[in-house]
């Protein structure tokens, strides 16, 4: 730790912090994670290497903390009422071109850079994916969901199918189409929404 | 053009291809297209940059030819004939390994090589969607799937589900864990394979 920075909180450290996670976020999305590095980082910042270091011991611990700002921590919506509130939010997420190359490149991340990969699972995924869940246990104790759904099961097959959207539809479609995908796939799954909610069954 | 390399389908030919072939699918697999250089598989394969070059012209159609053959050209398995034949041979890819870490490499191609994902599915993927597709229409039409099914949101959704199954287990489950994962997403997707195939409904 060098003595020359400033107390952390002081306006010119936080002028640094949002530089650094600012321009680590456009290396990552250009780049990917393999070929992104704290001395790019620093250079696009305009800041010294020392000054990245002092932050982040290394670079999965920089990229953490660019994702962690970048989806907000704490998460911008931590609480997922219903299914409908889920697919408003992923339509607006797999509608965002910039978005969707961030998660593209958390994707190509799990081959070469495991560790982020883990972190930001343990971080953020791992919370989010529980509300998630909690969401679908919900929609089928209200009849919206097969009696016999498995929430589990109905998360993995939505996240797959967000995967598999980014992977073969272009990145300018528009909300529309992102949301029609979305219903397409929670239909085929038994979801219906226009169930009348009378209780459990 | 050299005038210094045999004739295509002489032996020393075949050997230097499959070198090629080889060295190129263990550099993607261990480094991805992007970090993947011509250089690095004529060193690999133990042959020059000029052999490489007059085979491929570049590195994309170098990481076509690559795939084809990893996958088979033709194809392994052109007709696939039931839901079943499909989950087998899902179950055996996605138990696999080397395979897993193959198509996370694919995948991690769609953001920084689009034409190397472009090109593949143009010459695998098409086609093979096309008889998957077929196959579940012919599932629906016997009334393993549900009347209201579309034959293409259930391949999307059992695709996504390959890919998220690459994202989240370890590389290390077996072929029955592999099984039980895709007949959960084909149970909620409706898929009922016990039911009596009486005729269309």
Known sequence: ??????????????????????????????????ATSIEQVARRAGVTRATVYRRFPDKTRLLIATLEAAYGNPPRSPRIVDVEQLVAGWTLVLSDPRQRRLLRRVYGA????????RAYHDQFGRHRDQARREVF??????????ADSD??????????????????????????????FLRAV????????????????
């Open 110 to 117: 799990i081959e070469d850079n495991p560790e982020l990969a």
């Open 186 to 201: 929670l239909h085929q799954v038994g979801y219906r929404p226009g169930r009348p909610v009378e209780g459990d069954q």
């Open 1 to 34: 730790m060098g003595t020359d920075d400033r107390a952390p909180g002081r306006p010119r450290s936080k002028e640094a912090d949002a530089a650094i996670l600012g321009a680590a976020l456009e290396l990552f999305i250009e780049r990917g994670a393999e």
């Open 137 to 146: 246990e919900r929609a089928r104790a209200r009849g919206l969901l097969p």
């Open 151 to 180: 929430p589990d099961v109905v998360l993995d097959v939505l996240t797959g199918a967000g995967w598999q959207h980014l992977a073969t539809r272009p990145d300018t479609g528009t909300a529309d189409e992102v949301e029609r």
